[in-house]
Every structure is written in structure tokens, then in C-alpha cells.
């Protein structure tokens, strides 16, 4: 299974960027699928995950209120819809799944720049 985030572009302070995450395959309802950043120099860092079976969210307080992650079924993609940007949200976000406790399937990331 392979998952491939895009979206990531350069984008001015106060903008919104929408990241998507699609699996090569449709994954069961037993995944969760997660969207992680990681900055300059330092670890990846959790920031929501969705259930496939319940869609139940889970949002990084970091985040709350500026970034949505929802997913369509139909599509088999998730989605990470991120408003009012800031600089310090710049770094490579990468989506990631699991269906035990640890996410342990992970894609390339795509690089979010804001910058004016």
C-alpha cells in the first residue's frame, strides 16, 4: 500500500491550502488515516486523524479551529483543508495510516511554504 499526499505548494500568510492523501488502495475500515508535519530539524508531529469505519476526528489542539481533516469515500481520499496560514505552519506534511496503534504506513510528504 502506498499513500501519496498533494497539494503542498507556496502560499501567502492567511491563505487556505487544501492537502489530499490517496492510498493505492482502498483500505479497510479497520485504518485510520493521519496527517503529520514535520519542521526544520525536528520530528514529525502529530496534527488529526480520521476513522475509515466511524469518520470520528481527532485534531492536534496546535490546530484546532484552522485545519479540517475529512475524508470521501467515494474518492477514497483524505482530506486536510487548512485555513489562515501562518508562517509557522510551514514545514512537509505527509499523511500516514494505521490499523493497529501506531501509524506505520507512511507516504512521501509535500512541502506547505507560507511566506508573503
Known amino acids: 500500500v502506498q499513500l501519496q499526499a498533494s497539494g503542498g505548494g507556496t502560499v501567502q500568510p492567511g491563505a487556505s491550502l487544501r492537502l489530499s492523501c490517496a492510498p493505492s488502495?482502498?483500505?479497510?475500515?479497520?485504518?485510520?488515516v493521519g496527517w503529520f508535519r514535520q519542521f526544520p530539524g525536528k520530528g514529525r508531529a502529530f496534527i488529526a486523524s480520521v476513522s475509515l469505519s466511524t469518520s470520528m476526528t481527532y485534531t492536534a489542539d496546535s490546530v484546532v479551529g484552522r485545519f479540517v481533516i475529512y475524508r470521501d469515500n467515494a474518492e477514497n481520499t483524505v482530506y486536510l483543508q487548512m485555513y489562515n496560514l501562518e508562517p509557522a505552519d510551514t514545514a512537509v506534511y505527509y499523511c500516514a495510516a494505521r490499523d493497529g496503534d501506531e501509524f506505520d504506513l507512511w507516504g512521501p510528504g509535500t512541502q506547505v511554504t507560507v511566506s508573503s
Open positions: 488502495v482502498r483500505l479497510s475500515s479497520d485504518y485510520h
